[in-house]
């Protein structure tokens, strides 16, 4: 009996563009997933969806320091490669590309992508850079995997439109696909960064999803805008976070402010518990008559 | 008795893709060289260099307006599509990608390429956001056509460092090759800003490879740098230049200023007669027994 071959991990671009080549000659389609690793099910569930989309799926894990800010939490990132790789392998990824920081920005390293709109308030201007980093890296991983496809959760939303606009701009030609957000059974969107809370701090986090879902709910019945944001912010504050970067409805192509649901639209939040920053963001669908 | 068949024409990316994909599948090597068109023997040349390189040629005209400066030449810039279109058939070029300006920078275009280090004086100085302009839409033509090598002038040497730099840092897969400049029989550089220079400019217009050559062999020499980039600077000025924005001696890798020939150089200039700015480089070799 011939044992399963294991999945196989490479750590330089051309060991990844090797396979990938190979994959090619045979014909495949091939599905890219990008990740700082800490795996979790709404990484999994982005895998399981490359291999729907392409014959072949390459997950990638790097811990990208050009995204994170001088005092944000690169250091104290989790980091798990063994287990992360078992998880992949679990759900039937085909490759894992995971090059060490060398590899990625040698020395000499000079160029960097940005992207302008999208990127100019929200996350980008509660962490400075964070845009160009994201921006960066991801030009780079996908002229790096040639993929076909790359599927990027829309827990990240505003990283997710960074993403699309980059590819389009850059003429990049592998479609970025957005994959819905995987939540915990009470509503908590899943994030490495959950595993920094505390068994109370974990207890408030679900203030976040249902503060917003309450939020969207009131603006679709005709709350005005502003009050129902604000009534959010107070409602998380009043929960225990100990600060509200922003809750804002805005365009959900554009990331533009809007005050009425006119067209497609986006609620979007960050909101602090204890040292932890949590991320969340939900569609809020027009009613049909109005 | 057929009929050779014309260069043909594609003005969108999806039709530049569609070409290079039928050559692809035939297994032909595929080289590129981009131009913002008023042709030249020294475009013509580098043309004739991808024929060498590769089994088909791309050659793109656009004048990208994001490299030129607000009071630039952009709007007399010289345009002449069917002329150019003749030479480059002529040499045997396959393809001609000459895009739109809406189909590189669509609306809501919002991505910028950025190169620090090789961008950050001489003609960066000179010409604020420049560089970007390039990187930008180098990056976007690499990615369109895809090909398997491209060829760029040593004319515009700073511009070549920025490619290679970008390519190699985006992790664009194509091959960035540099061809020697190629000059008149009296030494000047071709330029398609050499059309705007009149009979008696373009006389003394030749004095700015004189000056160069002669700093040169100054440095090799054993003269003190700053001298001999001096005598050259006045040389110019003594010669009707309007104006020397530099006369340099860098590294010929990083464009770091350098005091003595321990290491492959460079001599780069630009200089103004009239209302035309005109830019050269040569290679500096150190002497073999010092």
Chains 1, 2 share one sequence.
């Not at 595993?195 to 503060?211: F, I, N, T």
């Not at 932890?276 to 049909?288: F, K, S």
Request: proline share 4%.
């Amino acid at each position: 009996m011939e044992a399963a071959m294991p999945m196989p991990i490479v750590r330089t671009v051309r060991d990844l563009r090797a396979v990938v080549a190979g994959w090619r000659r045979a014909g495949d389609r091939v599905a890219l997933v990008t990740t700082m690793g800490a795996l979790h099910a709404g990484h999994l569930a982005l895998v399981e969806e490359a291999r729907r989309r392409g014959d072949r799926a390459i997950a990638t894990i790097f811990v990208n320091p050009l995204q994170f800010g001088a005092h944000e939490d690169l250091d104290r990132y989790p980091r798990q490669e063994a287990a992360d790789a078992a998880a992949l392998a679990g759900v039937g990824c085909d490759l894992l590309f995971a090059p060490p920081a060398d590899e990625m920005y040698p020395a000499g390293f000079a160029t960097q992508v940005s992207v302008a709109g999208v990127t100019e308030d929200l996350d980008g201007a509660a962490r400075p850079g964070h845009f160009d980093g994201v921006a960066t890296v991801v030009a780079k991983l996908l002229n790096q995997a040639q993929a076909d496809v790359a599927i990027f959760g829309e827990k990240d939303y505003q990283q997710l439109l960074t993403i699309r606009r980059l590819a389009r701009d850059l003429d990049i030609p592998t479609e970025i696909v957005g994959h819905p957000t995987v939540r915990e059974a009470d509503g908590l969107a899943l994030s490495s960064r959950n595993a920094y809370l505390s068994a109370d701090e974990r207890a408030r986090a679900v203030e976040l999803p249902r503060a917003m879902r309450a939020a969207a709910d009131a603006i679709r019945g005709g709350q005005e805008v502003d009050s129902a944001l604000l009534a959010a912010t107070q409602r998380l504050l009043g929960a225990g976070f100990s600060a509200v970067d922003y809750v804002e409805l805005r365009d959900a192509d554009t990331l533009a402010p809007i005050r009425r649901l006119d067209r497609p639209a986006r609620l979007l939040a960050a909101a602090r518990i204890g040292s932890t920053r949590l991320i969340d963001n939900i569609a809020v669908n027009q009613t049909l008559c109005r």
